[in-house]
């Protein structure tokens, strides 16, 4: 079985969620001086996990431990 067919129907009990990778641009501040992240929202489910989690994987082997990571939030 692979990760789409392991997808869950959405019920008005379950709570949505959203995942995404992050990753810090190297050298970009904002106006305050803080670092500038970037990363792109996307449901959470078992594919888009499976997805990002390989992206974490790879990022983190090309550019450095730590460089690239998994956020989750209450959609």
């Keep these: 079985m692979d990760a789409i067919e392991q997808l869950e129907p959405i019920t008005a009990a379950k709570r949505m969620a959203e995942i995404r990778v992050a990753w810090r641009i190297a050298g ?40 690239h990571w998994l956020e989750e939030r209450e959609a």
Excluded: I, K
């Design 28 to 67: 970009r501040f904002d106006q305050m001086g803080h670092p500038v992240f970037a990363g792109l929202w996307h449901p959470d489910n078992a594919y888009n996990r499976c997805m990002l989690e390989t992206l974490v994987e790879v990022g983190n082997e090309v550019y450095g431990a730590g460089s």
